[in-house]
C-alpha cells in the first residue's frame, strides 16, 4: 500500500513538473511588423523578394528567466523565410522615449532593445495595438546607449 502511495506522488509531481515546464513555451503576446517599418537587419530576405512581400512576427513569452522573442518572417502566400530566436539576456524591456526604463506599459511610445549575433535593433511600439516598428532614430539609439546597429 506505502509503494503505491509513493507511485501516486511521483505521477503527480512529475505532471506538474511537466505542466510548469509547458507553461514556459506559451506565448503571452504577438505582434505584426508595420507595412511601413523597415525590416530588422537580423531577418534575411531572400534574393529578389520586395520589401512588400515580407511580413514579420514577433512572439513575446513571459518567461521566469526574463521575456523571450521569437521573430518569424513571412514571404509570399505566408510561407516562412525565416526565423530568429532571442534569448533573455540578449532583451531589455522597456524603455521611454528619454531612455529610462518603464516598467509601467501603459504610455507609449514604448521601446524594446534586442541584440542578435553583434546587431542591435530597437523595436518600438507606438500605441496598444498589436503592431510594431523597427526604430530608425538614431537619437533614441544614443539616449538608450546602444550606438549604431553593429
Known amino acids: ?34 507595412p511601413e517599418s523597415r525590416l530588422p537587419t537580423f531577418i534575411e ?9 515580407v511580413s514579420v512576427r514577433m512572439t513575446l513569452y513571459a518567461r521566469a528567466s526574463g521575456p523571450a522573442v521569437v521573430f518569424t518572417a513571412y514571404g509570399r502566400f505566408h510561407w516562412p523565410i525565416d526565423k530568429v530566436s532571442v534569448d533573455a539576456s540578449n532583451v531589455n524591456c522597456c524603455f521611454d522615449t528619454n531612455g529610462k526604463p518603464d516598467s509601467s506599459l501603459l504610455r507609449y511610445p514604448l521601446y524594446m532593445v534586442i541584440r542578435v549575433d553583434g546587431t542591435v535593433e530597437i ?13 530608425t532614430d538614431q537619437a533614441l539609439r544614443a539616449r538608450l546607449g546602444v550606438g549604431d546597429r553593429s
Do not use: Q, W
Not at 18 to 33: I, K, Q, R
Not at 123 to 135: D, P
Open 1 to 34: 500500500m506505502r509503494s503505491v502511495s509513493i507511485l501516486v506522488r511521483l505521477a503527480v509531481s512529475t505532471v506538474l513538473v511537466l505542466v510548469v515546464t509547458a507553461c514556459d513555451s506559451f506565448p503571452e503576446s504577438e505582434f505584426d511588423l508595420a
Open 45 to 53: 530576405r531572400p534574393h529578389g523578394l520586395a520589401r512588400r512581400n
Open 123 to 135: 523595436i518600438e511600439f507606438r500605441s496598444g495595438e498589436s503592431s510594431f516598428h523597427v526604430s
